[in-house]
């Protein structure tokens, strides 16, 4: 068996000798720091001044049990984890020792390499669950902004605006393409300013219709409309000492641009069907995707309103600019998505690095998570392999073919004989002899040949580097 690569300390609590033992010292040989205990008391006592990252306790006992345990060491500490042992199974004590928080629940006789199997994942679950916490604490008194991840110097500009704007009272425009954070970024305004305390109300002003938009903004009285059975209180009015955001501002229609203009100068809210007006005092952060100028030189957005919300402006880099971040931001969603999976891939390997960091992104740092999550949840290794990362980022995705393009191509293989084929191999040909032809169409240049095949500079020499290892093994053969 493959030894604890650490002391790590455990605890065992059985009242019968001979298991308590055996579990010590066949744990002990593991590499792990084991101590015994008889009773759950006596565990309680010791595990108060010894914090200990896992025990083993049997559930029948005399005195505290081991579900009466379980709880106790939770409440000293939830992030113990706690597995179960017992010689008396039953469904409705699994269920209980499960909702109380236990790891996991065995029973007697068991079989010593699967429990030894069941405490390394619960302790390498444990060791990320710390790592993801200390990343996000590391990121955090760097630049004081949770979920903003990144040390690039276009991220960088970023923080020191946030810093800079976030003790005013100023209306703020955060401009980006979808996906790389404006919420996030107008979050941390938030969170950076007097105001933290307060609500931070959202309203996504292009995913309401336009016939609700008015009334989930400010509010309507009872009556006011078909439908308006009882008085109901706007975002800005719940946002009321605190920050009303405003995204996919330049989704307004025209007629609502007039009043938030308005409501923007006053700062008073009043309800559709109502008279009289009500005084908030709110932080506007307005967001969009768009090139706000062009919407007000094409007449869709108006121009004061523009100049209302443009006072302090944050444009977000998209991800493909922000260079090194894209590892960062992939070991952090590594970490998340190993926890959220029950999964333990430690690290990146430098291929999926290399192909991560040679990636467009054109859904930015969303698409970046979707692809982390995707490739751990199918990851079998302890390294997250270039195979795992979607067909986008490897280039085996491919592009949008013509009608011409579909009838010149001939397809590897045209039919299925009886022994089968290998799938692998024949893709794998077949993907090298396209490479080839846009070489050869290129004048042996990558860049080019790289643009003739829709994929990146950097998937091309993953892909030629493969070619190689492959002529390699073969020559090596004979």
Not at 44 to 49: G, R
Not at 246 to 269: G, S
Not at 285 to 308: C, H, P, Q
Request: aromatic letters at 6%.
């Amino acid at each position: 068996m493959v030894k604890a690569s650490a002391k790590r300390r455990l605890m065992v609590v059985d009242d019968e000798e001979s298991m308590r033992e055996f579990l010590c010292i066949m744990l002990g040989k593991e590499g792990y720091d084991v101590v015994g205990f008889s009773s759950g008391e006596r565990a309680v006592e010791y595990f108060k001044a010894n914090p200990t990252e896992l025990v083993i306790t049997d559930m029948s006992m005399p005195g505290m049990d081991g579900l009466e345990l379980l709880k106790t060491l939770k409440e000293i500490s939830p992030e113990v984890i706690v597995i179960i042992i017992t010689a008396y199974a039953s469904v409705d004590t699994a269920i209980e020792a499960m909702k109380a928080g236990a790891y996991d629940y065995f029973t007697k006789p068991f079989n010593v390499d699967d429990i030894n199997i069941h405490i390394k994942r619960a302790l390498e679950w444990r060791r990320l669950e710390v790592e993801n916490a200390l990343l996000k604490k590391d990121f955090q008194s760097k630049y004081g902004f949770d979920n903003l991840i990144g040390a690039s110097p276009p991220m960088v500009e970023v923080y020191d605006l946030i810093k800079s704007v976030a003790g005013t009272k100023t209306n703020v425009l955060i401009v980006g393409q979808s996906g790389t954070g404006k919420e996030l970024v107008a979050k941390a305004v938030h969170n950076e300013s007097p105001r933290r305390d307060k609500p931070f109300v959202t309203i996504n002003c292009g995913a309401i219709p336009e016939n609700l938009l008015e009334s989930e903004l400010f509010g309507h009285r009872k009556g006011a409309f078909t439908g308006a059975i009882a008085n109901k209180t706007g975002l800005a009015e719940m946002a009321d000492g605190g920050t009303l955001f405003l995204d996919e501002i330049t989704e307004l229609p025209l007629n609502l641009q007039v009043k938030l203009l308005r409501f923007i100068q006053d700062r008073t809210v009043r309800s559709v069907g109502a008279t009289d007006e009500r005084s908030v005092d709110i932080r506007l952060i307005a967001a969009t995707n768009r090139d706000v100028e062009e919407e007000v030189s094409k007449g869709s957005f108006r121009e004061d309103l523009f100049y209302r919300l443009n006072v302090i402006r944050i444009d977000l880099p998209p991800l493909s600019a922000r260079g090194e971040d894209i590892i960062s931001l992939a070991k952090y969603f590594l970490n998340k998505y190993n926890s959220e999976h029950g999964k333990s891939v430690k690290n990146l390997s430098d291929e999926a690095a290399e192909l991560l960091l040679g990636y467009g992104y054109p859904g930015n740092v969303r698409e970046l998570e979707n692809a982390i999550e995707r490739a751990v949840a199918i990851e079998s290794g302890e390294s997250l392999s270039a195979e795992s990362l979607p067909p986008t980022i490897t280039g085996m995705g491919g592009s949008k073919s013509t009608d011409k393009a579909e009838t010149d191509n001939e397809s590897p293989i045209k039919e299925i004989p009886p022994e089968g084929v290998d799938l692998e191999g024949i893709l794998f040909d077949y993907e090298r002899r396209i490479v080839e032809e846009a070489l050869k169409a290129s004048g042996g240049v990558k860049k080019k040949a790289a643009v003739l095949l829709g994929i990146s500079f950097r998937s091309l020499r993953y892909k030629l580097a493969k070619y190689e290892e492959e002529d390699d093994g073969k020559a090596m053969i004979k």
